[in-house]
């Protein structure tokens, strides 16, 4: 099998992650946004395995779901029909392994069970009862701790005959099996052994839901050996009332030192505006598990691509509410020729899922019913959150917005309510990003809850909503003098921030500047009073960004930089003037973010820059305005040659880019209002692909021309 024909597809953190090397990297953590195809990773990797010549009886991929197991069974097989992968749920592979038959003796026999074990649903209430009726207290222990090692010899003395009942019935719950499966594997060294030959690769799915015992579990089956490749979410980490513990993602580096982080932050889901509310969810996260989204899907219909922003309706009551929702579905169906099932309301809890249910059967439209989708038309969903996590949808009414409601009542101490606050917040975002093209947030000042008419607060999450430019007055040159005073006071302040960081966390230096660089180009727009539109920006994730990219863009004024930045998604470096490094801050920053600093008077500009380029220690990617598109009237010289010569020595991608409007809202601004700008994106052009094709590249009969036609179109 091709290995190229596995990686086809894939963007260029995904290519990482499947081409992972245990020996040499060790353990793999891989961060996957929401919508970023984490699934189409672990069976990439799961083939590139087998194709690399791993017998497929050496891998198990866990996941939490059968249906989640055997979606990934059918993609490996459509490459490799005969592969033995065992990919299997947590429980089933503890079931397997109580089974397992090493001279003649199961594995349960080895724990004592006289007959093979039979897994029930678990009953708390039947667990406590028991306790009371061997003489001890309903919460002296948990289900789970029936047969831990190491307690109490009095206690353990009084639990003999209820363990004893287990053992000789064969009759346990479904937790107890992941716990004994690793009793065994902890305690039996034969068994261990045997078990530890029969697996050499470890792919988890959903780490972020792992329990503590099925972290054991995991960590009993690895040993010391470093083939372990997790995926997960921390942002979407929503199921900590069943006992799944976050933190076995976010001390994973601590957990194996020497292991390997990769994001995965391409979405194929959502638009870029509904992307940018997800992105201002965690603005207070630790650096190291950081993510931001990034839009990654080029859908051409017309829905997606007018790209809404999140809307906020706020309602006197439940009945104006479903008024407007009704309205809106009517209108969107006929305007867009959707059909009932592109829709979704979503709710925190289930009480709500049953008005809004009963409110549209009123209204005599259809229902999404999951038992009866075989024979009946699909309809409207309506689901809490919890249920829709994995799902998408075109458009997306998140209701009850709303303190108590979306974020949840919270219980318990301080600690445990703060506890239960972030998991909240991550609730929201998981809502959040299940709409593709359209989201609308709803709050109802007064609902029926609990049997009673009840006054709601606005939700605390609300204040992630982009929030509109405040009106301004004063005099444009004092305007101008405050944008310029602002934004180096704030140029200021970060570098005081800097020198604390390098002082207590200097491996985080880079990570914190390339969020502080978002946020620093975000503050500029907004002290400008531009607002941004950036088309195409999908196009972004047809770029390697693991190889050099040099930047092509046409160049009006100093707001393009902060523009690009935002356009981009990224820091990018530039080449600037030598003088500009001695700006107060300025020059900090720009040798920071990686600019090259030129001298024009002196020859072989184009040289030195290739060979700072060259020496820098990360990736080369610089933006780079070519000389022709310095005008003040929007129109375009003829192209100089260097940058297109730096790009060509490089093999980098050259990434075209049209900025428009930001001279109007600075060096030509005429007042104080509001200043469109917009990006466009466009195609990129990989020079290596062509020299690979073609054997090189003409710069001046072919490079120049192709990207200053692009350009020229865009304008």
């Known amino acids: 099998m091709d290995v190229q024909e596995i990686l086809k597809g894939l963007n260029s953190d995904q290519k990482k992650a499947v081409l992972h090397n245990h020996e040499t990297d060790s353990q793999l953590l891989i961060l996957a946004g929401a919508g970023s195809g984490k699934t189409s990773v ?29 979606e990934m069974s059918e993609r490996v097989c459509s490459l490799f029909p005969e592969a033995g992968v065992r990919l299997c749920t947590f429980h089933s592979l503890a079931l397997f392994l109580l089974k397992e038959k090493i001279d003649g003796v199961f594995g349960y026999e080895r724990l004592g069970f006289k007959k093979s074990p039979i897994p029930v649903e678990n009953d ?18 948990s289900r789970e701790e029936l047969f831990a090692l190491g307690l109490p010899n009095t206690l353990e003395k009084r639990l003999g005959s ?36 029969r697996w050499s690769e470890f792919l988890v799915d959903e780490y972020q839901d792992i329990n503590p015992s099925q972290y054991r579990l995991v960590r009993a089956l690895l040993g010391e050996r470093r083939h372990l490749f997790v995926v997960g979410d921390d942002d979407q980490a929503i199921y900590g009332f069943r006992g799944a513990d976050i933190g076995n993602i976010t001390r994973f580096q601590k957990d194996f030192p020497k292991s390997t982080l990769i994001r995965l932050e391409w979405n194929y889901r959502s638009t870029p505006s509904i992307l940018d509310l997800a992105n201002r969810i ?16 080029c859908r051409q219909d017309s829905l997606f691509r007018e790209n809404r922003k999140p809307e906020f309706w706020e ?34 809890y289930n009480h709500q899922r049953l008005y809004y249910e009963q409110a549209l059967r009123e209204y005599g439209l259809p229902l999404h019913q999951s038992d009866e989708e075989v024979t009946s038309p699909s309809g409207i969903h309506v689901e809490t959150v919890h249920s829709s996590k994995g799902l998408q949808y075109p458009v997306v009414f998140y209701v009850g917005l709303a303190e108590n409601l979306t974020p949840g009542s919270c219980q318990g101490s301080r600690k445990v309510k703060k506890k239960q606050l972030k998991e909240e917040r991550r609730l929201f975002y998981v809502g959040v990003t299940r709409a593709e093209s359209a989201l609308v947030l709803l709050y109802c000042k007064k609902r029926h809850w609990k049997g009673r008419l009840s006054p709601f607060k606005k939700s605390r999450f609300l204040q992630c909503l982009e929030k509109p430019l405040p009106e301004t007055f004063m005099p444009l040159f004092l305007f101008r003098i405050t944008v310029f005073f602002r934004i180096i006071a704030y140029m200021g302040i970060a570098v005081l921030r800097i020198s604390f960081l390098r002082l207590f966390s200097p491996k985080k230096i880079k990570q914190w500047i390339d969020i502080q660089i978002q946020t620093y180009a975000a503050y500029c727009l907004r002290v400008l009073r531009i607002e941004l539109t950036v088309e195409n920006k999908a196009t972004l994730a047809k770029v390697d960004w693991s190889r050099p990219v040099v930047v092509i863009g046409n160049h009006q004024s100093y707001a393009d930089i902060p523009v690009a930045f935002l356009a981009l998604s990224r820091t990018v470096g530039f080449l600037a003037k030598r003088e500009l490094k001695r700006l107060p801050f300025l020059g900090f920053w720009m040798t920071k973010i990686g600019c090259v600093f030129i001298s024009r008077d002196k020859p072989g500009v184009g040289l030195a820059v290739k060979e700072e380029l060259l020496q820098s220690k990360g990736i080369p990617c ?27 020595d490089l093999d980098a991608t050259i990434l075209p880019i049209v900025i428009q409007g930001t001279r109007a809202a600075w060096e030509g601004r005429k007042d104080m209002g509001t200043r469109q700008v917009t990006v466009k994106i466009l195609e990129p052009c990989d020079i290596l692909q062509i020299k690979n094709e073609t054997g090189g590249v003409k710069i001046r009969e072919y490079l120049i021309p192709t990207i200053r036609k692009q350009i020229e179109e865009a304008l």
């Open 42 to 70: 672990l069976t990439k990797r799961i083939q590139y395995r087998i194709a690399s010549g791993l017998p497929p009886s050496q891998i198990l991929s866990l996941t939490f779901t059968a249906k989640a197991a055997a």
């Open 124 to 141: 708390g209430s039947d667990f406590a009862c028991d306790l009371v009726r061997f003489g001890l207290g309903a919460k002296t222990i």
């Open 162 to 197: 209820l363990r004893e009942r287990v053992f000789q019935s064969g009759q346990v719950v479904f937790d107890d099996l992941i716990y004994l499966a690793t009793r065994l594997l902890e305690s039996d060294s034969e068994f261990r052994a045997f078990i530890q030959l």
């Open 282 to 297: 965690f603005t207070d996260k630790p650096l190291a598990l950081r993510k931001v989204l990034r839009a990654g899907n």
């Open 315 to 348: 309602s006197e009551n439940p009945v104006i509410e479903i008024n407007k929702i009704v309205q809106y579905l009517k209108e969107m169906r006929l305007d867009y020729d959707l059909p009932f099932d592109a829709f979704a309301i979503l709710v925190r």
């Open 622 to 648: 610089v933006f780079i305005f070519p000389e022709g598109t310095r005008s003040k009237n929007g129109k375009l010289l003829p192209f100089k040659s260097g940058g297109f010569r730096i790009a060509a």
